[in-house]
């Protein structure tokens, strides 16, 4: 009896979830990374007879134009071609759920649990980043406000430059350690 119990199992425990890059961030010299909190996004698709619905509902104007964006009270949308974007609520809205409510044509489709967004912050940001992305990141080319669908290493990437030295970085959760890992190893590069 002895032996059979000393054989038996633990009852597993629930595990907890870690959040990817969970703790994660970096401080080099110009250049500061650090994993922005969770936000509730979406890839959103419509014609041009939708926008007008669509940016009514989602309280924020769709931008028409390669490579821009808008925001308005804790909400962007990223043009990311003539007829997508990337809707970023960081204001805990829920888009899907407004998008729901639009007759007009549209797919949306919630992919808040696919992405994570690093904060690439500092005078070295720029620098950092192109160590992988092969865009033009000068304010002249790429001002604050502009967002395109890249990519960073071997990976595809969202960028959006929120302020003069400081970028979001969207990219899959399932790639997030490789680009957290060739950002941290590119500002150590850019701070030398």
């Known amino acids: 009896m002895a032996k059979a119990a000393a054989n038996k199992i633990a009852a597993p425990t629930p595990a907890g979830r870690r959040a990817a890059l969970a703790g994660q961030e970096l401080s080099a010299a110009g250049v500061?990374?650090?994993v922005l909190p969770p936000a509730e996004r979406i890839s959103l698709r419509a014609p041009d007879a939708s926008v007008a619905a669509l940016s009514k509902?989602?309280?924020v104007t769709l931008p028409r134009k390669p490579?821009?964006?808008a925001a308005k009270a804790g909400r962007t949308a990223l043009w990311l071609g003539p007829d997508e974007w990337l809707i970023i609520d960081e204001a805990g809205r829920d888009p899907l759920a407004e998008c729901a409510k639009v007759t007009a044509l549209h797919s949306a489709v919630g992919?808040?649990?696919r992405n994570i967004a690093i904060s690439v912050a500092g005078p070295a940001a720029a620098a950092t980043i192109n160590s992988g992305c092969p865009q033009?990141?000068?304010?002249g080319a790429f001002p604050v406000g502009a967002a395109s669908r890249t990519i960073l290493g071997?990976?595809?990437i969202v960028l959006l430059r929120t302020a003069t030295n400081?970028?979001?970085v969207e990219c899959w959760r399932?790639?997030?350690d490789y680009v957290f890992t060739f950002l941290s190893e590119a500002a150590g590069d850019a701070a030398a």
């Open 32 to 34: 500061t990374l650090a």
């Open 57 to 59: 509902a989602l309280g």
């Open 67 to 69: 490579k821009t964006s």
């Open 111 to 113: 992919i808040s649990h």
């Open 136 to 139: 033009d990141l000068s304010l």
């Open 154 to 156: 071997k990976v595809e």
């Open 166 to 168: 400081t970028f979001r």
């Open 174 to 176: 399932s790639f997030s």
